[in-house]
């Protein structure tokens, strides 16, 4: 079947690992959550999963509960896993049964939570969440001496397990904006809240990728890397993954199915926002937004054919898009659109720079339709 699609987009396991490789380098000792949220950033959940624990990661983080429930059947029994997104009325008791550990952020969650845990009689582990500057998920720090004081009692009596006290940064990539000094103070504040409420969770983490790799003190116990596993900076302009030493894991390329010759002053593509100012050869590119390329991308995306520099004209269609031919390019050969700089391909952050967002977004929303194809052991 994917001898017919003609994109693909290689994944390279080694890749993935060796990212792994030099997150641990950069931190000391600290243990290491996988995030695999979102299939892996768009590189396939089961795959990077046991990539990086082979590689060595302690733990594996996804946001949903249900993306928690396929990772335990995908890697088995055994790995650690932490969910910490689900809605109330969620069926927690399969999560226990599947030995997922969970997030508890609100007076709900805990008390839905201890329910699930009493009926089914199994010991849930959590990761109790404060908010300490995003405004987004976790107890307000005003109301965390109530739920560690509930908390408490709940481990008393053996239906929890404080696993973790955790939080999140929202300016890690901001390496100076000061916020994360702010965020740490807070966090601390929490710390001793729960502490002064006779808890001792075994691991405090806070820090993702930005974190991790530019704000030693942020780094706990435990960091919890997503993007700079897949070979992206959590902000290039501070600095660019190669700089950092890792690796794109995913490449993308196509074949293309058209070259063309038309005259200058020939309009191209949906709208004509984009005219050729002399005698043109234009090629396509069989992949579109309905693959995950945003039509941001229209008239400023990046490509390398035949190992020279192109762009889109034009815009992106739902299927396909034109581009520019260098010299020579036929159809059938093959255009990169993003992969590693190492290999003389646009990254997925410059991609990002030209679009207007971030390398995050450029990877996670390649369409399922495009097929991945995996080299290396991980
Ligand atoms: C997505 C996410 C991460 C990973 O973030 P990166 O910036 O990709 O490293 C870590 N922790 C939480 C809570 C997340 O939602």
Redesign the pocket.
Known sequence: MSDLFPARADIDLDAIASNLGVVRDAVEGQKLLG?V?ADAYGHGRAQCARALLGAGANYL?V?QVAEALNLREEVGAGPRILA?IYAPGADLEAALAADIELSVGAFWALDQLAVAARSTGITARIHLKADTGMARGGFNLQDLPEAARRIRGLVAEGVFELQGLWS?LARADDVDCGLTEIQIERFEEARSTVKAAGLDPVLCHLA???GALWHPEARYDMV?????LYGLS?NPNHRTAAQMGLKAAMTLSADLIVDREVPAGTGVSYGHTAHTEEDTRLGVVPLGYADGIDRKASNVAPLVINSQPTKIMGRVCMDQFVVTLPEGATAGDRAYLFGDVGAGLPTADDWAEAMGTIG?EVVTRLGARVPRRYHGEG
């Not at 919890?224 to 700079?228: H, K, L």
């Open positions: 995030v949220k983080g946001a910490w999140h993702a990728s930005g919890r890397p997503g993007i700079a959590p995050y």
